[in-house]
């Protein structure tokens, strides 16, 4: 059972990046995922979730309006799009797998992580 994201790098303020999170071992159709980011120095906090029934998603409002949390069932994966990226988006993102919906918590499984850099 793994989550593997990718899609991290450098990116200019203003810019975008969309991250990939993949899942192996297990139908991520049947969990709900979720993006968390851990800034330097502080603690991770959650940014967006996709629900697994109906589809629903949730966005904090820092990424609210400028992130898209979306799912290919036939590819088993998650994608996190970021638009208009700033400085605080900064920090290391990991994706997160769990058999109840979305929730305030820990979640089943995890990846090890992308980092995604915001700076001129």
């Known amino acids: 059972v793994q989550l593997v994201e990718s899609g991290g790098g450098l990116v200019q303020p203003g810019g975008s990046l969309r991250l990939t999170c993949r899942a192996s071992?297990?139908?991520?159709?049947?969990?709900?995922v979720a993006w968390f980011l851990q800034a330097p120095g502080k603690r991770r906090e959650a940014v967006a979730c996709?629900?697994?029934?109906?589809?629903?998603?949730f966005y904090e409002d820092p990424w609210k309006d400028r992130f898209t949390i979306t799912r290919t069932n036939a590819k088993n994966t998650v994608y996190l799009q970021m638009n208009n990226l700033k400085a605080e988006d900064s920090g290391t993102y990991y994706c997160a797998a769990d058999y109840n919906n979305c929730h305030i918590g820990e979640y089943d499984y995890w990846g090890q992580g992308a980092q995604v850099t915001v700076s001129s």
């Open positions: 071992g297990f139908d991520l159709d049947d969990y709900a």
């Open positions: 996709l629900e697994y029934t109906g589809g629903r998603t």
